[in-house]
Structure formats: structure tokens, C-alpha cells
């Protein structure tokens, strides 16, 4: 078996995994999250400005991934595809977890007493941010 074989299903379980993490936070909130905001109400909204300037983390993250995927995809059937390989999946964790910064500020929110609307579409952010590290379909 390619050592694409063995690692495509590696890279699969740990972008799952790291979405299940991003969006842990505000689940166990809203399971077992406290009746009132413990953190003041005016720590809502720079809260959300400090989620949504969180998104530009990504963009240095997301240009090492990106070159992460071509070394790999030119490295395929070498000697040096093992490497690679490693490489990919470092930047693809870094990358993922710059990506769900601003669920985790969400989640923070929620304890500011940040409204649904804004929480929603932080989550919805990190997840669509996310979606871009998912392995390729020329890689697997």
C-alpha cells in the first residue's frame, strides 16, 4: 500500500476530530452551562471583535498548508514522500486549529452573554474555514 493509503484515513479522522473539539465548548454549554453569564454582559462584543480579527490567524496558516499540499502532491512516489507526508499533516493541525479560533471565542462569548446570532455565525466560520484543510481529492 501508497503511503497515501495509509495516511488518507489519518487525515480524515484527525480533521473530524479537531472539528468535534472546536465545537465541544459551546455544546457542553449549552448542555450544562450556567443559567446566567458569569462574565460581565460588556465582554460580548470584544469577545466578537476578538473572534472575528481571530479569522486573520488563518491566513499565514492556510498559505503553509497550501504549500504543504503541493511538496506533497510532488513528492508523491518518491523518496522523499514520507516527509512530506509529515509536513502536510503538521500544517493541516496548525491550520485547523487557527481555523477554530473563532468558535472557541464563541464559546467564550456564550459566557458573556453573547446573543445566538453572533455565536452562530462564528461557528459557521470556523466550520467553513475548516472545510479548506480537508485533504484533496488529487491526494487521496
Known sequence: MSQA??????????WW???????LPLALLAAFGPER???PDSLA????VAALLSMFVGLPLFRRYKHALIGCGRAL??????????????A????LLGALLPAWFAALGRLADLHGVPVLL??????????????PRQLR
Not at 17 to 23: P, S
Not at 45 to 48: E, G, I
Not at 126 to 132: E, H, M, Q
Open 17 to 23: 476530530g479537531l472539528l468535534a473539539v472546536a465545537l
Open 45 to 48: 462584543m470584544p469577545l466578537f
Open 92 to 95: 493541516q493541525r496548525n491550520g
Open 37 to 39: 453569564a458569569p462574565l
Open 77 to 90: 512516489n518518491s523518496p522523499g514522500e514520507g516527509a512530506a507526508w509529515s509536513e502536510l499533516a503538521k
Open 122 to 135: 462564528l461557528v459557521f466560520a470556523s466550520v467553513l474555514i475548516a472545510i479548506l484543510y480537508r485533504l
Open 5 to 14: 493509503g495509509v495516511q488518507r484515513p489519518a487525515f480524515a479522522r484527525r
